[in-house]
């Protein structure tokens, strides 16, 4: 090694890593004359050595790769076979948000002819804009016909106001109401996405096939979008009131009190904070003069003030119906 450091004008550990490595190719070997000195081993055989040893190691990377391949089929054939054996029930269950935008996003995919939208909570989130854009986008360069009703509280909102004037030059028909009964997308008249908890929409979500629930769900779609106003930049026209009509909002104020349902619920549907939602309670009572909710639905049934509410919960007895078909 002396004689390669000398002749060569490398730092000792140069010229030991340099042997090292044409040891390891094999390139050179130990002298079978001379103890402790290396030769040269002829560059067509110790190329070829190489070649060899290369060759053999992309081989068995091919193997390993075919035999990931094999097992990746498998996979997938398992995973398709569940898929099918749980989409061919009448109803699916999806947990977690993931999984609910993941099967929302299939179920766009593969939207041909139309989409029909319940979207409750009022203002919507930057995330459920950012989330809705790409999708409306797929489906009106389809052709997909979509009608969506959003809740009157969403002109409280710039940002979501903007949206849903994205989403009408998209192609979405858009609409707003005083209330809603639940988040809900139709797709092609054949399959329904709903959530388990209407109080919290990311929790998990019903995928439902059953064509009678459908029919229903459909049916309510319907009734709701006859009585919602077409969506404009500005204020919805039934929000004005004169003299002692009501608002749309207060209207179904009105009729979700007389259901019975407590302060978070109503103020839920209609999009807005329990706050709200309370103020504008006790607003109506003090116009009614009750001192309590009941008193407060008998008189405005007296006035008249709940006439129209029938449609909207014939609909929703229809839809219970269809649900115990699933």
């Not at 009408?168 to 139709?186: E, F, I, K, N, Y």
Request: charged share 30%.
């Amino acid at each position: 090694m002396d004689e390669l450091v000398a002749l060569l004008g490398w730092r000792p550990e140069q010229v030991r890593s340099a042997l090292d490595e044409c040891v390891r190719l094999s390139l050179v070997k130990p002298s079978w004359g001379a103890q402790g000195r290396l030769r040269a081993v002829n560059p067509e055989v110790a190329l070829q050595t190489l070649v060899t040893r290369q060759e053999n190691e992309i081989l068995e990377r091919q193997r390993r790769l075919a035999e990931a391949r094999a097992e990746m089929a498998r996979f997938i054939d398992d995973y398709h076979t569940t898929q099918q054996d749980l989409r061919g029930a009448l109803m699916e269950r999806l947990e977690g948000i993931e999984e609910i935008r993941f099967r929302i996003e299939e179920l766009t995919h593969k939207c041909e002819k139309e989409l029909l939208t319940f979207a409750t909570g009022g203002p919507q989130s930057e995330a459920s804009r950012q989330a809705s854009r790409p999708l409306c986008e797929a489906l009106a360069r389809r052709g997909v016909a979509m009608r969506s009703i959003y809740l009157d509280s969403v002109h409280n909102d710039p940002a979501t106001v903007d949206h849903l004037r994205w989403l009408h030059a998209h192609g979405d028909q858009v609409r707003t109401t005083a209330s809603l009964p639940s988040r809900m997308l139709l797709f092609d008249r054949a399959h329904a996405v709903l959530p388990t908890d209407p109080d919290d929409s990311a929790a998990g979500a019903l995928v439902l096939h059953g064509r009678g629930v459908i029919g229903a769900l459909c049916e309510l779609f319907e009734r709701v979008w006859e009585n919602a106003v077409p969506f404009t930049s500005g204020r919805p026209q039934h929000r004005e009131r004169g003299g002692g009509e009501l608002t749309s909002q207060e209207q179904a104020v009105l009729r979700l009190l007389a259901e019975g349902l407590t302060d978070e619920v109503v103020a839920r549907k209609l999009g807005v904070s329990v706050r709200t939602g309370r103020r504008i309670t006790a607003e109506l009572m003090s116009r009614l003069g009750a001192r309590s909710r009941f008193q407060a639905g008998l008189r405005a049934a007296q006035f008249g003030w709940l006439a129209g509410s029938g449609d909207l919960r014939a609909a929703d007895d229809g839809a219970a119906v269809g649900a115990e078909d699933v």
